[in-house]
Every structure is written in structure tokens, then in C-alpha cells.
T-cell receptor, first 114, second 112 residues
Framework: DSGVTQTPKHLITATGQRVTLRCSPR?????VYWYQQSLDQGLQFLIQ???????AKGNILERFSAQQFPDLHSELNLSSLELGDSALYFC?????????????FGPGTRLTVL | KNQVEQSPQSLIILEGKNCTLQ??????????LRWYKQDTGRGPVSLTI?????NTKSNRRYTATLDADTKQSSLHITASQLSDSASYIC???????????FGTGTRLQVFP
């Protein structure tokens, strides 16, 4: 158990819909990262927040957005869902934003778009 | 373009045997290289983190090596156990950038 929690564990929805994925970082971690892992693909970095502020953006679609709240939990919002958005979405957290900071991953949310 | 390539794509070994997984990367410059273990349907777990100046790092039965000149890394697993069955992912952290670049992993299956 990494100490990072993600809810829900599974999510099934239809094309065109909007969903929100939630992540609570490890106690004491200020930085949160979101990743997407499609079937048989490597993890793709989406976005990073540190202490409530966006710090880095990766291959995140405009239909996707995220935020980190004052209590440091984070939410990833996915809208106008397409079949290709079906994937595992992982959240990770680290103490700070240093390049050598170890990232601890949550168990993931499996999103299925029908 | 694939900046982190891993081989083999999959590997089957018998319990108790050793194995070596390979990682070639083109990311340059980079600040560190990591190996993660990912059980099916679960989040990756860090095994080792090496900076560009380190050549080897061990974590129990896992030993990672790094050759920054040839841009190659390997993960050696000693005396494999059934619980080693998982995907092993090589991850490179580009210099001055927060994002991690993940390989697609090697899927290892250990049979009794």
C-alpha cells in the first residue's frame, strides 16, 4: 500500500459523458501527478500539481482538466468522453517537485467508455 | 517516437532462475533512470532510482545497472520467485523536466 488513494476503482460510462476521478496523496506529500495508461501502452504523463498550483503539463487533452485543492487532494475531470479515453488513470504523489523525488502511485481508476 | 525501449517484451522463466531485462533510451540529457514493478491492474512500485553518475544500484534481489555512455540500463533479478511475475518498467526523467518518460515494460512470468 503506497498511501495514495484513488476513487472510484472502476468507472463505466458512455461516450459524450463527463467523469471526475479523485486522488488523495500520501500524508505530507505536496505534489500530485496524473498519468494515463491505455491497453498495452506505457504510462503517459498528463499533468502535475504542487501545493495547489499547476507545475507541469504533459500530453493532456483540452477535454481533460485537473485541480488540486487546499487539502491537497486532486481531481481529474474528463469530459466529452470518447471510446479511446478508456484506460487506467493513475495518480502519484511525491514530497516535493525535485527531479529525484520518488513518486508513489495509487491503485488507479479503470475507466471504460462504451 | 519511442524514447525508452525495453526488451524483451515478455519473458517466461522458472522459479529460482535469474533473468536480466534491458532498457535502451534516447532521452538526453537525463537526470535519473528508474525501474518500477507493476502488478497487473495495480500502480507501479519503485524498485531503484539511479542518477546519471551511478553505475549500479541494488534493492534486495533486484540489481539495476546504468551505462550512460551507451544509454543502456539493465535490471537483474536473482533467484526469481512466483511473486516476481509482473511488468517491469524502465522510466527516464529528462533533465530540467518534471515528467517521467515510461517504457512499455517487460512482462515477466515466473512458473513453479
Amino acid at each position: 500500500d503506497s498511501g495514495v488513494t484513488q476513487t472510484p476503482k472502476h468507472l463505466i460510462t458512455a461516450t459524450g459523458q463527463r467523469v471526475t476521478l479523485r486522488c488523495s496523496p500520501r500524508s505530507g506529500d505536496l505534489s500530485v501527478y496524473w498519468y494515463q495508461q491505455s491497453l498495452d501502452q506505457g504510462l503517459q504523463f498528463l499533468i502535475q500539481y504542487y501545493n495547489g498550483e499547476e507545475r507541469a503539463k504533459g500530453n493532456i487533452l483540452e477535454r481533460f482538466s485537473a485541480q488540486q485543492f487546499p487539502d491537497l487532494h486532486s481531481e481529474l475531470n474528463l469530459s466529452s468522453l470518447e471510446l479511446g479515453d478508456s484506460a487506467l488513470y493513475f495518480c502519484a504523489s511525491s514530497v516535493a517537485v525535485g527531479l529525484h523525488n520518488e513518486q508513489f502511485f495509487g491503485p488507479g481508476t479503470r475507466l471504460t467508455v462504451l | 517516437k519511442n524514447q525508452v525501449e525495453q526488451s524483451p517484451q515478455s519473458l517466461i522463466i522458472l522459479e529460482g532462475k535469474n533473468c536480466t531485462l534491458q532498457c535502451n533510451y534516447t532521452v538526453s540529457p537525463f537526470s535519473n533512470l528508474r525501474w518500477y514493478k507493476q502488478d497487473t491492474g495495480r500502480g507501479p512500485v519503485s524498485l531503484t532510482i539511479m542518477t546519471f553518475s551511478e553505475n549500479t544500484k541494488s534493492n534486495r534481489r533486484y540489481t539495476a545497472t546504468l551505462d550512460a555512455d551507451t544509454k543502456q540500463s539493465s535490471l537483474h533479478i536473482t533467484a526469481s520467485q512466483l511473486s516476481d511475475s509482473a511488468s517491469y518498467i524502465c522510466v527516464v526523467s529528462p533533465n530540467q523536466r518534471v515528467e517521467l518518460i515510461f517504457g512499455t515494460g517487460t512482462r515477466l512470468q515466473v512458473f513453479p
